[in-house]
Structure formats: C-alpha cells, structure tokens
C-alpha cells in the first residue's frame, strides 16, 4: 500500500511539474480578451481523449489549490518533490529547506504526507 501511494503521487508530481512549466501568470502582449477561454481545435483527438485531458486538467489545478494551501518549508518540498519526479533525479534542491539531511528528509516527509491526506480528501488520489 505504501509504496503504491508513493507511486502514485510521485506521477502526480510530475504531470504537475509539467502542467506547471506551461502556465503563464502574466497575459500575453497583444491577447483579446475575446478569445481568452478559446483553446485549439482537438479534431484530431478522440473523445476519450478530449474527456481524459479535461479532466486531468481539473485534476492539476486541485493539486495546484492543495499545494498553494500548504506553509512553507512543506510548500517547498512539494515543489522540490515534483522537479526531481519530472526530471527521474534526486538533484534538485530548495534553499527553504533545511541544509542537514535528516532534517529535510523529515519536512520533506512531512510534506508528501500531508499533500497525500489532502489529495485523498478531495478525491484527486
């Protein structure tokens, strides 16, 4: 049980990490506003597709609300977390963190756990 929620919320980090790297806070020069929700055509997708890439993205942006909730340094760790899962190595670092091992695996501990109770509250795992 235990390693299949690591499993699982290790490739939750990543598609989020990935989701993540594409979002823009700040509009683009010259944008309408018009056609601000409008989205490229999918005509190429099945509907299955078209369903499971909705919901997916219903699904980062809850893992994107439960992680925004969370207090620094466990805010730090997720986002350190999902880096090191997109990218398959343990390389990244936060200065947020403690600088003694122990110590960080315990807040990074802390913070895996905590998003996983949040991510089972609301249905996301």
């Keep these: 049980m235990f390693n299949d929620s690591k499993a699982i919320l290790d490739d939750i980090l990543s598609r989020w990490h990935h989701h993540c790297k594409h979002f823009t806070i700040v509009r683009q020069a010259g944008a309408d506003p018009m056609f601000r929700m409008a989205r490229s055509s999918r005509h190429w997708l099945t509907e299955d597709e078209v369903r499971e890439s909705e ?48 110590e960080r695996a315990i807040v990074i501990m802390e913070a895996r756990n905590m998003l996983t109770r949040r991510l089972m509250t609301a249905g996301v795992m």
């Design 55 to 102: 919901i997916d993205g219903y699904l980062m942006k809850a893992v994107d609300f439960h992680v925004g909730e969370m207090e620094n340094p466990h805010r730090a760790a997720i986002y350190m977390e999902a880096r090191n899962c997109y990218t398959g190595r343990s390389v990244w670092l936060s200065p947020l963190l403690p600088k003694d091992k122990e």
